[in-house]
T-cell receptor, first 119, second 108 residues
Framework: GAVVSQHPSRVICKSGTSVKIECRSL??????MFWYRQFPKQSLMLMAT?????????EQGVEKDKFLINHASLTLSTLTVTSAHPEDSSFYIC???????????????FGPGTRLLVL | RKEVEQDPGPFNVPEGATVAFNCTYS??????FFWYRQDCRKEPKLLMS???SGNEDGRFTAQLNRASQYISLLIRDSKLSDSATYLC?????????FGQGTELSVKP
């Protein structure tokens, strides 16, 4: 089956620093990748849709200058949390859809997530 | 109003019990529907897609009623390993919209 990896799996950083999270599709190409955030006891909230070779589309209320997304290749998208603060501590999960798929039934494959703790 | 709403839970049931989860969605233009399972501190994993005709996968049965914008999941003969959070998910405009999840705890 399709595999999506994320790195790092866990990161602890000081307030004010920037953190980069990588999302890779290992055995398929993904034109589109998605970034979600999940706070404890809450559901996944879509942050942005990452499109290869173009700018990401951010959901309402998500600051694009704080959460920088780069999708430079068909297998890699990165999310950079700039000037992280304790309230950014969360579980960040990416997903990817195969480029060869199409239609509304195409499957999204999820990465294992990255736990970010900002002190 | 949330786009996808689920029973708040948690559900605590004994092994072998039958448990039903309910979900409603607000966007009538939603295109496809899923149940995902999420274990503690892990990513969500697709349990099954949901079709209007209803579909079954072993002990799991999913139903969709487009007219009432309602989705259900029935788990029969529950096992300890079924303990997890079950997420109702709706797809619209290429995006997945997640419900808040219902936690299930199956006890011996």
């Amino acid at each position: 089956g399709a595999v999506v990896s994320q790195h790092p799996s866990r990161v602890i950083c000081k307030s004010g620093t920037s953190v980069k999270i990588e999302c890779r599709s290992l055995d398929f190409q993904a034109t589109t990748m998605f970034w979600y955030r999940q706070f404890p006891k809450q559901s996944l909230m879509l942050m942005a849709t990452s499109n290869e070779g173009s700018k990401a589309t951010y959901e309402q209320g998500v600051e694009k200058d704080k959460f920088l997304i780069n999708h430079a290749s068909l297998t890699l998208s990165t999310l950079t949390v700039t000037s992280a603060h304790p309230e950014d501590s969360s579980f960040y999960i990416c997903s990817a859809s195969p480029s060869s798929g199409g239609g509304y039934q195409e499957t999204q494959y999820f990465g294992p997530g990255t736990r970010l703790l900002v002190l | 109003r949330k786009e996808v709403e689920q029973d708040p839970g948690p559900f605590n049931v004994p092994e072998g019990a039958t448990v039903a989860f309910n979900c409603t969605y607000s966007n009538s233009a939603s295109q496809s529907f899923f149940w995902y399972r999420q274990d503690c501190r892990k990513e969500p994993k697709l349990l099954m897609s949901v079709y209007s005709s209803g579909n079954e996968d072993g002990r799991f049965t999913a139903q969709l009623n487009r007219a009432s914008q309602y989705i259900s999941l029935l788990i029969r003969d529950s096992k300890l390993s079924d303990s997890a959070t079950y997420l109702c998910v709706v797809k619209w405009g290429g995006k997945l919209i997640f419900g808040q999840g219902t936690e299930l705890s199956v006890k011996p």
